[in-house]
């Protein structure tokens, strides 16, 4: 059975940055794409980056534009968990954040453009504060 955890979230002022980890059990990295959703109160789900499990030469990270230059995903195949760095903080950050996973990385950076629509393993977030 596949489970994801997630956990780093908190209270962080505005400026500041958290590192959320998603360890998953059941499965292993390699062979399976892993994405990082939000969502905000009273809105849509919202994809913000995917990694393959497999290096490839033209990148196998794919951050949404919106965040590209504040967020970071990565991997640790030998901790069984994947990474979301998010640097510079604001209060429109203020989330839960999902991570997910499938077979499949071109159904993952599909499901990053479709608020992770068809995608069937979740874990169950880790809520992120930003206020001062």
């Known amino acids: 059975q596949v489970q994801l955890v997630e956990s780093g979230g908190g209270l962080v002022r505005p400026g500041g ?3 959320l980890s998603c360890t998953a059990s059941g499965l292993t990295l390699r062979g399976n794409a892993f994405g990082w959703f939000r969502q905000a109160p009273g809105k ?3 994809g913000l980056a995917c990694i393959s499990s497999i290096p490839s030469s033209d990148g196998s990270e ?4 919106s ?4 967020f970071t995903i990565s991997r640790d195949n030998y901790r069984n968990t994947v990474y979301l760095q998010m640097n510079n903080l604001q209060p429109e ?10 077979r499949s990385m071109n ?3 599909t499901a990053i453009g479709d608020n992770g629509n068809g995608i069937y393993n979740w874990g169950t977030g880790t809520a992120v504060t930003v206020s001062a």
């Open 44 to 46: 849509e789900r919202e």
């Open 93 to 102: 950050d203020t989330a839960v954040y999902y991570c997910a996973t499938s």
């Open 62 to 65: 794919y951050p949404v534009p």
């Open 67 to 70: 965040v590209k230059d504040r």
């Open 17 to 19: 940055s958290l590192r």
């Open 107 to 109: 159904h993952m950076v």
